[in-house]
């Protein structure tokens, strides 16, 4: 799915995304998900912590 959501990322500079999700069969929520991953993932929060746990 990867793959498929880069390539309407790029693509969506010449072609609507509703366009482009119905010619690669993926649902808009799909890729609007996949960017916001994206877009959080440069945000950078800062490395993920470790569950915490509790000591007895």
Do not use: D, Q
Not at 9 to 23: F, G, I, S
């Amino acid at each position: 799915m990867s793959t498929i959501c880069r390539f309407i990322h790029v693509e969506k500079a010449n072609y609507p995304v509703t366009l482009l999700c119905k010619a690669m069969k993926t649902a808009r929520s799909t890729y609007y998900a996949w960017a916001a991953g994206i877009e959080a993932r440069e945000a950078g929060g800062g490395p993920i912590r470790p569950w915490p746990t509790r000591s007895r």
